[in-house]
């Protein structure tokens, strides 16, 4: 269920409390926070959340990851490491008229 980018807020999350074979979630960039996630804490199936840019602080994801100890959740803000073979340089042949 793709959510990111749109106005769900905490309470509208209590709607989906029904939706036990829900696998996927992304809520990138909502208003949601910790307090609405506990809405979804009986939906064990969900494999995938996404909740990067949203209104959850750091201290809580702890208690999120409890309530989906199967998932992966990606609350993002990381960097990826700068490879040197990353870049590529390409020239452009000579044309002889």
Do not use: C, R, W
């Amino acid at each position: 269920l793709f959510l990111n980018n749109t106005n769900v807020a905490d309470n509208g999350l209590a709607y989906f409390k029904s939706l036990a074979q829900l696998q996927y979630l992304n809520l990138i960039a909502t208003n949601i926070t910790a307090s609405g996630m506990k809405h979804l804490a009986g939906l064990k199936n969900i494999k995938q959340l996404y909740l990067y840019q949203t209104n959850i602080s750091s201290a809580d994801f702890g208690n999120i990851k409890n309530n989906f100890p199967g998932s992966v959740i990606d609350t993002g803000g990381y960097q990826l490491e700068f490879l040197a073979s990353d870049t590529m340089k390409v020239k452009a042949k000579l044309v002889k008229p």
